[in-house]
């Protein structure tokens, strides 16, 4: 990529990047991605595209566009997409669209293999850290959203909440996985069903609007124990604190930390 791109184009932090003559911000994340071995992990947790631009390439392209922070995939496509790749916009809508593809598998294989690269199982502090944040969304037409309490506006939003699990040590703070939660208030149906209800999915959907948020947490703990990912201690806020969720942690042989809140 030429350094003399349009840095319009770009958020700030990409543009600084772009203002160094010694960089080239494709080759940064390209070498990334090599170092990961990306393209084996994408083929392990069973990604696959019959025709068109190879699956390995088109996940480059869609998580590039997430690493630049550029608003949409049509802003990407329009200012920044053919810098990277000839693939059309069209090529990322499908993918998101796709409910055969089992992102949940791609991100822990990532997390497993960088756990073990870099022997973050030889660190004196490992602590799971237990986190949730409101995703608002917009508009008369979305599907799969509820209502929310934003503890950051004080104020009741639609949208969905993602629940995340990462582990945190003396040298990274790793992501391991994530889960949407649809509540039950002012929920809002999705438009159709998903093609195949066995997909990967549909079942994620039903896990989202049926499952708590302590169900949650035990599945995404469990997951990453099964693979290899150890922890002493898992960190949470005050949602967190509650006897169902001490009761998970010590089921699963990690000391809880968590706030309590205030109430008898």
């Known amino acids: 990529m030429n350094n003399d791109t349009n840095k319009n184009a770009l958020p700030p932090l990409i543009g600084g990047l772009l203002a160094d003559k010694k960089l080239y911000i494709d080759n940064i994340f390209a ?6 071995k990306f393209n084996t992990l994408i083929r392990s947790a069973g990604f696959s595209k019959r025709s068109g631009i190879q699956i390995t390439k088109a996940v480059f392209v869609l998580l590039l566009w997430k690493w630049l922070n550029v608003s949409s995939i049509a802003v990407f496509s329009r200012k920044a997409m053919g810098l990277f790749s000839g693939a059309q916009k069209d090529v990322l809508y499908d993918l998101l669209k796709r409910e055969d593809i089992n992102w949940r598998e791609f991100n822990l294989q990532t997390a497993k293999d960088i756990y073990r690269k870099d022997n973050l199982g030889d660190s004196r502090i490992k602590a ?5 944040s409101v995703k608002t969304r ?17 104020r009741h939003v639609m949208g969905q909440q993602v629940l995340t699990l990462r582990l945190a040590t003396e040298e990274a703070f790793l992501p391991v996985d994530s889960q ?9 149906e999705l438009i159709r069903p998903y093609k195949d209800g066995r997909s990967v999915a549909a079942k994620r959907y039903q896990e989202a609007t049926t499952l708590g948020k302590p169900e949650m947490a035990a599945g995404m703990m469990k997951r990453a124990i099964r693979n290899g990912l150890e922890a002493e201690y898992l960190v ?7 006897k169902s969720m001490i009761r ?3 089921e699963n042989g990690v000391c809880p930390i968590l706030r309590l809140k205030r109430a008898k």
């Open 31 to 36: 070498d990334t991605w090599k170092s990961l």
């Open 128 to 132: 799971f850290v237990l986190d949730d």
């Open 138 to 154: 917009r508009g008369k037409k979305m599907k799969g959203i509820s209502s929310h309490f934003d503890h950051v506006t004080n």
């Open 180 to 188: 949407l939660y649809v509540s039950q208030v002012k929920a809002k």
């Open 236 to 242: 949470a806020d005050a949602w967190f604190g509650r």
């Open 248 to 250: 998970t942690a010590l």
